[in-house]
């Protein structure tokens, strides 16, 4: 079908983009106001724009989404990786049980059965959906229940730290389980 006079489609609502409402990025043609982030839905220009495949974000968004996970990156610890786990290579934690190799799995409830399963809040151990998803020591979380164990406060990929399953400030993981002793920060006992 002949384009009789209109512009490109937009990347994001594929309607017709003329040129006085165009923002171009990667090839594509975004109207003004579809230029938003993909995860967070602010408005984007230029200078805060980044783009993955044919997806666009913030760079806030992008950098959580795409960027390097490990200690240091708001992602716990563990060693730094742009790439997704490769399942199947990591060591299992040592019990003093033995393990079967096909481990019965635990029964699907009716509700995860009828509306596609949802994974669960390690907090308050209720379904967790994406809309109110938040990611955190390889566990979705709930966002009002990814908050510091130990004193409360409220935390995002780059101020969240992990031990033992459990999510800590920065701040709360430094003075208990970061390094102890003279000009460290923690109080040292001088005899």
């Not at 002949?2 to 983009?17: D, E, H, Y």
């Not at 934690?93 to 994974?119: R, V």
């Amino acid at each position: 079908m002949p384009n009789w006079g209109g512009g490109a489609k937009c990347g994001a609502c594929q309607k017709t983009v003329y040129h006085a409402e165009e923002v171009q990025c990667n090839g594509r043609s975004f109207h003004k106001t579809c230029f938003i982030c993909m995860t967070c839905r602010k408005a984007l220009d230029s200078t805060t724009v980044a783009a993955h495949e044919s997806e666009i974000y913030c760079k806030s968004c992008y950098g959580k989404k795409y960027g390097p996970k490990g200690y240091g990156y708001g992602q716990g610890a563990g060693a730094l990786s742009s790439d997704p786990p490769r399942h199947g290579f990591e060591t299992p934690p040592h019990d003093s049980k033995p393990h079967s190799a096909a481990a019965p799995q635990p029964a699907a409830t009716k509700s995860s059965q009828k509306f596609g399963g949802s994974d669960q809040c390690p907090r308050c151990s209720k379904a967790v959906y994406a809309a109110e998803k938040v990611m955190g020591g390889g566990k979705p979380w709930h966002k009002t229940c990814f908050r510091c164990a130990l004193c409360g406060k409220s935390l995002e990929s780059t101020t969240v730290t992990d031990k033992d399953g459990e999510i800590y400030c920065k701040v709360c993981y430094a003075k208990n389980f970061g390094p102890k002793g003279f000009g460290l920060g923690n109080q040292a006992m001088l005899e």
